[in-house]
């Protein structure tokens, strides 16, 4: 069955330096989206996009994050300047948009701010 | 958002069926109510969906209350490696095929042996 992949698994940056995090959705999928989830918290929804757009974005979403899909596979999330406060494992998610049918989640990226 | 209320732990024991509760009183007529799970820290996993007809695949079934005000999600037979938070949602539809999940505290179901 198709998956969504996301790589690295685990992630460990120093505070203020950029990270990208990159996803591969379901190929024939068209709607991408990210959340993120701090230790113990619950999984929070980041940004959805479509057709090269940011569709909607979270309060949570502000200018240091960036999203992107440089070619035709992968799905990138930037974070310019790490905080602390963006230590948490980050989903990437993606759907076909269609008939209601599920969005379909990659297993995560753990990214720890030192 | 259309909010939903879980209890926040269940256990159940290996080989029975596993009854999960969910309220959504504040559904609105065309929105879906969404099951998934998440198993340790890896990703959310899609379970199954529903509107109003009650629905069944392979992992599950789902039977959701004629005023589509409550669902329950059933596992048949749990076993061990069905431990894990579920998580009840009522999906919100954006524009244009784009949507938003909104993950609440779900119910932590432990299967016992």
């Known amino acids: 069955e198709p998956e969504v992949t996301q790589t690295p698994s685990h992630q460990v940056t120093q505070m203020g330096q950029e990270v990208i995090l990159r996803c591969v959705p379901i190929s024939n999928h068209l709607y991408f989206y990210w959340y993120r989830q701090i230790l113990g918290q619950k999984v929070e929804f980041l940004v959805s996009f479509y057709n090269n757009e940011i569709s909607e974005k979270s309060e949570i979403f502000d200018d240091q994050f960036s999203v992107e899909r440089p070619d035709g596979s992968n799905f990138t999330l930037k974070i310019r300047s790490t905080k602390l406060e963006d230590s948490a494992m980050y989903f990437c998610?993606?759907?076909?948009?269609?008939?209601?049918?599920?969005?379909?989640f990659g297993d995560g990226t753990r990214l720890s701010i030192l | 958002d259309a909010k939903t209320t879980q209890p926040p732990s269940m256990d159940c024991a290996e080989g029975r069926a596993a009854n999960l509760p969910c309220n959504h009183s504040?559904?609105?007529?065309?929105?879906?109510v969404y099951w998934y799970r998440q198993i340790h820290s890896q990703g959310p996993q899609y379970i199954i969906h529903g509107l109003k007809n009650n629905e069944t695949n392979e992992m599950a079934s789902l039977i959701i209350t004629e005023d589509r005000k409550s669902s329950t999600l059933i596992l048949p037979h749990a076993t061990l490696r069905d431990t894990a938070v579920y998580y009840c949602?009522?999906?919100?539809?954006?524009?244009?095929?784009?949507?938003?999940?909104?993950f609440g505290t779900g119910t932590r179901l432990t299967i016992i042996p």
């Open positions: 949602i009522v999906r919100v539809a954006l524009n244009f095929g784009n949507e938003k999940l909104t």
């Open positions: 998610a993606s759907s076909t948009g269609m008939d209601n049918q599920p969005q379909h």
């Open positions: 504040t559904i609105s007529g065309n929105e879906y």
